[in-house]
Structures are given as structure tokens and as C-alpha cells.
């Protein structure tokens, strides 16, 4: 199995029927697996190449790692019920089939129509997320990294930190959109304090000695800027 894509939904049975056959016509080539988590399970989808599984609750994250412990895929490609798999994403399927990238990063098309491009420094993308709908990762190495349980909406953030600073992985960055992002999710509205209060330990993991120095000094120039941008009273 060359692809598993991991699909939560919570009633949109017919746009994960959609978008699997739409994940079939991208990649004709490839051995695929749509795995739709959905707390409803239904004869709906029975289609091949969609495998079902039971949402227990928990939250998109908790989804996405029932999701997981199912696929069989070299690669899992975690997407939602209102993103769109664009005509470029068939071009990553020498990629796929070499096998030899363990993390491939790419940019989305927003809802708004605005390019989203993911940054390659280590030190920026402790503060700018990756896109998810950007990223295909290596299954053996996303189950060795595990989402944080605590973080509700940044848990993909904290995971990616961690396989970009790992010099043991390899990353290949895409430079088309594969995907049109739906952007109604919390990651799109919603910061996690819980990420941002632990994003100082993911500095000095990850940075090094003089890459922790410049993000603590990022750090303190945001704080001014937030404290003098406050309405006087």
C-alpha cells in the first residue's frame, strides 16, 4: 500500500464518498487507501479503497490517530471533509513510489484564494505553522511522534517542529499546491495557549544554543508589540 489518506467526518458522508474517488483519479498509479473516521458508519460507503472506522470522540486530532493505527499506507496524507485534493498532487506520485522521503511539504490554495507557502526555517515554523493539508509523512515515522493529547488545536504543529528539527529524517518541499484548504477548522480561528506554553521547550530541543537566543528575542519584541498595541484605559 503505497497511500493511506485519513479522513474524519462527522456527517458529510457524501463529500468523503467525493473526495475518495477524487483521491483514485489523482493516482492511478499508486496502491491507495481512503480510511474515513466517522462516529456514523454506513453501507454509504462502501466503495473500494474506503476503509471505515469508528470515531470513539475526543476531537479531530483523536480521529486522525484512530485513523492512523488503521492505515497501511507508506505514506498517510491527513485531509478533512471540506478540503480539495488539487490536479498537482498527482505529480508526487514518483515520490511516493521511490520512498526514499520520510516528510514531503507543500503549499495549499485557502479557501480565499490566498497561497499558502510553508517555511523551511526551523526557528519560523515555531511560530507559522505548517499547512496539515500541505504534508504527507512517512507513516513509520508520524506513529513514532504521536499527538500531543493536551494541545486541541496545534497537535500537528508540535509534531512537525519536532520531524523538521530531526536530521535523521528527510524532507522533501514541494513547490506547488496540492490542496485547497476549506479554513472553517479551529486551527484556522483558534491559537492553543497550551502550544504557545510549551513552544519555549520546543525552542531549546530544537534551535540549538544561538537559535534559542533569537527566538527569545522574537519572543520579547512580540510581547512589546502586543503590550503596546493595548487599548489605554
Known amino acids: 500500500m503505497n497511500l493511506s489518506i485519513i479522513l474524519p467526518t462527522l456527517d458529510k458522508i457524501g463529500a468523503a464518498r467525493n473526495l475518495a474517488l477524487r483521491f483514485r483519479e489523482l493516482f492511478p498509479a499508486l496502491a491507495i487507501e481512503v480510511v474515513v473516521v466517522t462516529p456514523h458508519p454506513t453501507?454509504?460507503?462502501?466503495?473500494?479503497?474506503?476503509?471505515?472506522?469508528?470515531?470513539?470522540?475526543?476531537?479531530?486530532?483523536?480521529?486522525?490517530?484512530l485513523g492512523l493505527k488503521q492505515a497501511r499506507g507508506d505514506y498517510v496524507w491527513l485531509v478533512g471533509d471540506d478540503d480539495y485534493p488539487l490536479d498537482t498532487a498527482a505529480r508526487?506520485?514518483?515520490?511516493?513510489?521511490?520512498?526514499?522521503?520520510?516528510?514531503?511539504?507543500?503549499?495549499?490554495i485557502f479557501s480565499t484564494g490566498r497561497v499558502y507557502r510553508p517555511y523551511r526555517s526551523k526557528l519560523l515554523l515555531l511560530f507559522?505553522?505548517?499547512?496539515?493539508?500541505?504534508?504527507?509523512?512517512?507513516r513509520t515515522a508520524?506513529?513514532?511522534?504521536?499527538?500531543?493529547?493536551?494541545?486541541?488545536?496545534?497537535?500537528?504543529?508540535?509534531?512537525?517542529?519536532?520531524?523538521?528539527?530531526?536530521?535523521?529524517?528527510?524532507?522533501?518541499?514541494?513547490?506547488?499546491?496540492?490542496?485547497?484548504?476549506?479554513?472553517?477548522?479551529?486551527s484556522s480561528r483558534d491559537g492553543d495557549v497550551k502550544f504557545r506554553a510549551l513552544r519555549p521547550r520546543l525552542a531549546r530541543r530544537t534551535l540549538g544554543y544561538f537559535g534559542f537566543l533569537v527566538f527569545k528575542a522574537i519572543v520579547a519584541v512580540m510581547s512589546v508589540r502586543k503590550w503596546r498595541g493595548r487599548p489605554r484605559t
Open 43 to 65: 453501507d454509504a460507503l462502501s466503495e473500494p479503497g474506503i476503509r471505515l472506522v469508528e470515531d470513539r470522540g475526543g476531537g479531530v486530532y483523536a480521529a486522525y490517530t
Open 92 to 108: 508526487l506520485t514518483p515520490l511516493l513510489l521511490a520512498r526514499e522521503a520520510d516528510l514531503i511539504v507543500a503549499p495549499v
Open 128 to 138: 507559522f505553522n505548517w499547512c496539515q493539508q500541505g504534508v504527507l509523512y512517512r
Open 142 to 186: 508520524l506513529v513514532k511522534r504521536p499527538f500531543y493529547r493536551r494541545l486541541r488545536v496545534q497537535a500537528d504543529h508540535y509534531v512537525n517542529v519536532l520531524m523538521r528539527a530531526d536530521e535523521d529524517l528527510r524532507k522533501v518541499f514541494f513547490a506547488e499546491p496540492i490542496c485547497v484548504f476549506g479554513a472553517h477548522g479551529l
